[in-house]
């Protein structure tokens, strides 16, 4: 592992948790899954990918739970299928806990070096120079890693390596025209580890994030602003562990206004973004504030969120207010936002340019297309966040473990890869888009990304992936076990409901107290939880024999009681969906790997021809994905395969 962030971290421990012996090669080990920019995890279509990452036996989730100062479940106003879960993290205690879940894992080490050059080997396989494919064309001579070599002379040889290196590779921050390399403030790039992997064939491009200042709470006037609490509930992101045992705190809301747009405007030619100095490009979804103005021009102020950065420092972050204008152009900016007249800041924000490697080189796997061995996983790829860069690690993890022959269990692991579809799970979305579409902007996961949102909402990750992840052997007996009895639960739950007898005289009174219709007929108790209008709490008042089930659930009475009535409610469209998305995994069985010469193939448009041809999709599924190629090609080619 090439990185000690959110990726490194849980690519890291997936490895070695299948049996895998496995080295994290950081930088820096105090700041291991450092939070480079809001120390919070989850968000909308983030939370489900943190909780999917739980489910397949990572960490993300027990350390955020362990950490965590703030939760809200996000998106309560709408349908199951699109809550999210999200937590502010205290920084520095994230840190640490994520240090102690290293140091505990078996089989795992860290060496603290920096990265210079990846080793790789070339062989022609039947000693010959090239080898002739099914198409006829030629394919290049077979590259192999073989290990990292760092700038203190150390040799490290592996079977497969991940990348994971972050914002780091040749790294460079802008703070107006000023400009510094770097990877992370005050933290050095990784200059030549870049060219080492593009002169074998790899292509590279430069993106750019930024993050915001970084202010004293001691100078804030807090009457000045909107307090935001958090939840109490029994919500939390792991399927494991405790409730949060922090402290937990508020966030704060303000605005700006038209003098901060004016004083922010002033020094647009100073910007970064603006004067010609950063070529690269931004997040769309996490814009710096100047481009705010510049995009929206007619709004008269933007939402601002202060944020804790943890339960023992003044140090709090300004959640929309990313910039990489001069300093003092962003502090006079923020004097003119009545809560933050007298502002005192730890330091300004900053955006950063850097390298990462065009993702459709990549197969499912995250295995590299060009360097068999060698995997890469979050920004690296392209994507922005930590989950995105959490969820691409645990994939790469597990399937650079299964390349290395790892042990699951009491046994050799005979899968040769292991690859999530798009209905299986948002990490399946979110490395199907990125090695299918590619990326020309940071990648961030949103639920409207996935078609199938209803099967992959955040209740039922474990549902989805837990016992994949047990066969595995990534995701321990007492996980397994601990999804089981859940199971269990749920069934028992459906099964009453499915089967227990509702007399009209019994609990009409009820329904109408609860401004639900009467019923005429007798109905079974799954008719009632139905109703959009009643739920589990409701009906427990109404029905005692069913207050009588749920009290007796083992653990986790509220999880598994939501869990049921989700199922239970959307049950018609989650079978709808699941139709929908059987029907496509009839394309995705069909291999078209090395059985089509694309530049020759007539029955086609040229856009296809150059799309499929740059993208080499592995199955006519994935290759209806990419944009460009029509249904109608689609069609030409199902006819062909025919043949």
């Given at each position: 592992?090439?990185?000690?962030?959110?990726?490194?971290?849980?690519?890291?421990?997936?490895?070695?948790?299948?049996?895998?012996?496995?080295?994290?090669?950081?930088?820096?080990?105090?700041?291991?899954?450092?939070?480079?920019?809001?120390?919070?995890?989850?968000?909308?279509?983030?939370?489900?990918?943190?909780?999917?990452?739980?489910?397949?036996?990572?960490?993300?989730?027990?350390?955020?739970?362990?950490?965590?100062?703030?939760?809200?479940?996000?998106?309560?106003?709408?349908?199951?299928?699109?809550?999210?879960?999200?937590?502010?993290?205290?920084?520095?205690?994230?840190?640490?806990?994520?240090?102690?879940?290293?140091?505990?894992?078996?089989?795992?080490?860290?060496?603290?070096?920096?990265?210079?050059?990846?080793?790789?080997?070339?062989?022609?396989?039947?000693?010959?120079?090239?080898?002739?494919?099914?198409?006829?064309?030629?394919?290049?001579?077979?590259?192999?890693?073989?290990?990292?070599?760092?700038?203190?002379?150390?040799?490290?040889?592996?079977?497969?390596?991940?990348?994971?290196?972050?914002?780091?590779?040749?790294?460079?921050?802008?703070?107006?025209?000023?400009?510094?390399?770097?990877?992370?403030?005050?933290?050095?790039?990784?200059?030549?580890?870049?060219?080492?992997?593009?002169?074998?064939?790899?292509?590279?491009?430069?993106?750019?994030?930024?993050?915001?200042?970084?202010?004293?709470?001691?100078?804030?006037?807090?009457?000045?602003?909107?307090?935001?609490?958090?939840?109490?509930?029994?919500?939390?992101?792991?399927?494991?562990?405790?409730?949060?045992?922090?402290?937990?705190?508020?966030?704060?809301?303000?605005?700006?206004?038209?003098?901060?747009?004016?004083?922010?405007?002033?020094?647009?030619?100073?910007?970064?973004?603006?004067?010609?100095?950063?070529?690269?490009?931004?997040?769309?979804?996490?814009?710096?504030?100047?481009?705010?103005?510049?995009?929206?021009?007619?709004?008269?102020?933007?939402?601002?969120?202060?944020?804790?950065?943890?339960?023992?420092?003044?140090?709090?972050?300004?959640?929309?207010?990313?910039?990489?204008?001069?300093?003092?152009?962003?502090?006079?900016?923020?004097?003119?936002?009545?809560?933050?007249?007298?502002?005192?800041?730890?330091?300004?924000?900053?955006?950063?340019?850097?390298?990462?490697?065009?993702?459709?080189?990549?197969?499912?796997?995250?295995?590299?297309?060009?360097?068999?061995?060698?995997?890469?996983?979050?920004?690296?790829?392209?994507?922005?966040?930590?989950?995105?860069?959490?969820?691409?690690?645990?994939?790469?993890?597990?399937?650079?473990?299964?390349?290395?022959?790892?042990?699951?269990?009491?046994?050799?692991?005979?899968?040769?890869?292991?690859?999530?579809?798009?209905?299986?799970?948002?990490?399946?979305?979110?490395?199907?888009?990125?090695?299918?579409?590619?990326?020309?902007?940071?990648?961030?996961?949103?639920?409207?990304?996935?078609?199938?949102?209803?099967?992959?909402?955040?209740?039922?990750?474990?549902?989805?992936?837990?016992?994949?992840?047990?066969?595995?052997?990534?995701?321990?007996?007492?996980?397994?076990?601990?999804?089981?009895?859940?199971?269990?639960?749920?069934?028992?739950?459906?099964?009453?409901?499915?089967?227990?007898?509702?007399?009209?005289?019994?609990v009409n009174g009820a329904l109408e107290a609860a401004g639900s219709t009467p019923l005429v007929y007798g109905c079974k108790l799954e008719d009632l939880v139905a109703r959009p209008e009643l739920n589990f709490?409701?009906?427990?008042?109404?029905?005692?024999?069913?207050?009588?089930?749920?009290?007796?659930?083992?653990?986790?009475?509220?999880?598994?009681?939501?869990?049921?009535?989700?199922?239970?409610?959307?049950?018609?469209?989650?079978?709808?969906?699941?139709?929908?998305?059987?029907?496509?995994?009839?394309?995705?069985?069909?291999?078209?790997?090395?059985?089509?010469?694309?530049?020759?193939?007539?029955?086609?448009?040229?856009?296809?021809?150059?799309?499929?041809?740059?993208?080499?999709?592995?199955?006519?599924?994935?290759?209806?994905?990419?944009?460009?190629?029509?249904?109608?090609?689609?069609?030409?080619?199902?006819?062909?395969?025919?043949?």
């Amino acid at each position: 592992m090439i990185g000690g962030g959110h990726a490194g971290c849980e690519a890291a421990t997936a490895s070695a948790n299948m049996g895998a012996k496995t080295l994290l090669v950081t930088m820096d080990m105090n700041k291991i899954a450092q939070m480079s920019c809001n120390p919070a995890v989850g968000g909308i279509a983030k939370g489900q990918i943190v909780r999917e990452i739980d489910a397949l036996g990572g960490q993300m989730g027990l350390v955020t739970d362990a950490t965590a100062i703030q939760f809200r479940m996000l998106n309560r106003s709408k349908g199951p299928a699109v809550w999210s879960p999200r937590a502010q993290c205290d920084r520095g205690k994230f840190i640490w806990k994520w240090r102690s879940v290293l140091d505990a894992t078996p089989n795992l080490d860290i060496w603290q070096d920096q990265a210079d050059e990846l080793l790789v080997e070339e062989s022609v396989p039947d000693g010959s120079s090239t080898i002739e494919s099914k198409c006829g064309t030629q394919s290049p001579i077979r590259k192999q890693v073989v290990g990292v070599k760092t700038i203190w002379g150390a040799e490290i040889r592996a079977k497969a390596v991940i990348i994971t290196a972050g914002t780091f590779l040749n790294g460079l921050m802008h703070i107006g025209r000023k400009m510094v390399p770097g990877g992370r403030i005050a933290e050095p790039a990784v200059p030549h580890f870049t060219e080492s992997i593009t002169r074998h064939g790899i292509r590279s491009a430069r993106m750019k994030t930024g993050t915001p200042v970084r202010i004293d709470k001691r100078s804030i006037h807090f009457e000045d602003m909107e307090r935001q609490d958090g939840e109490n509930g029994y919500y939390k992101f792991s399927y494991l562990g405790e409730p949060r045992p922090l402290q937990q705190l508020p966030c704060w809301v303000c605005y700006t206004n038209p003098e901060v747009h004016q004083t922010l405007l002033s020094g647009l030619d100073d910007s970064p973004l603006y004067n010609g100095q950063i070529q690269s490009i931004g997040p769309r979804y996490c814009p710096s504030i100047e481009t705010k103005l510049v995009t929206f021009p007619e709004r008269p102020q933007h939402l601002l969120f202060l944020e804790p950065e943890g339960e023992d420092t003044n140090e709090m972050y300004l959640n929309g207010f990313s910039s990489s204008l001069p300093m003092d152009v962003q502090i006079e900016a923020l004097k003119k936002i009545p809560a933050l007249r007298d502002i005192k800041v730890y330091r300004p924000g900053y955006a950063i340019e850097y390298d990462f490697f065009d993702p459709t080189q990549l197969k499912h796997s995250l295995e590299s297309k060009v360097i068999s061995g060698l995997f890469m996983a979050g920004q690296v790829n392209g994507t922005t966040g930590y989950e995105e860069a959490g969820g691409q690690g645990t994939l790469a993890g597990i399937n650079a473990a299964l390349m290395a022959g790892s042990v699951c269990g009491d046994s050799v692991a005979t899968t040769p890869t292991f690859e999530l579809k798009r209905d299986e799970a948002y990490i399946g979305v979110l490395i199907d888009d990125l090695v299918t579409k590619g990326v020309d902007e940071p990648y961030r996961m949103f639920t409207s990304r996935a078609e199938y949102r209803i099967l992959l909402r955040q209740d039922d990750a474990d549902a989805r992936l837990t016992e994949k992840a047990y066969e595995l052997g990534i995701a321990k007996r007492d996980r397994y076990d601990w999804w089981i009895e859940k199971k269990e639960a749920i069934e028992r739950i459906e099964e009453f409901c499915r089967t227990y007898a509702i007399k009209p005289k019994l609990v009409n009174g009820a329904l109408e107290a609860a401004g639900s219709t009467p019923l005429v007929y007798g109905c079974k108790l799954e008719d009632l939880v139905a109703r959009p209008e009643l739920n589990f709490e409701k009906l427990q008042e109404i029905v005692p024999a069913f207050r009588e089930v749920i009290e007796q659930l083992p653990n986790r009475k509220e999880e598994i009681a939501e869990a049921a009535e989700i199922h239970i409610k959307y049950k018609g469209y989650i079978e709808r969906e699941r139709m929908v998305a059987e029907k496509m995994h009839r394309l995705e069985n069909i291999k078209i790997k090395g059985k089509f010469d694309y530049p020759n193939l007539t029955a086609i448009s040229t856009e296809a021809r150059q799309k499929l041809e740059k993208i080499q999709p592995e199955t006519l599924a994935q290759a209806s994905r990419i944009p460009g190629v029509s249904p109608s090609d689609i069609n030409a080619m199902l006819v062909l395969l025919g043949r």
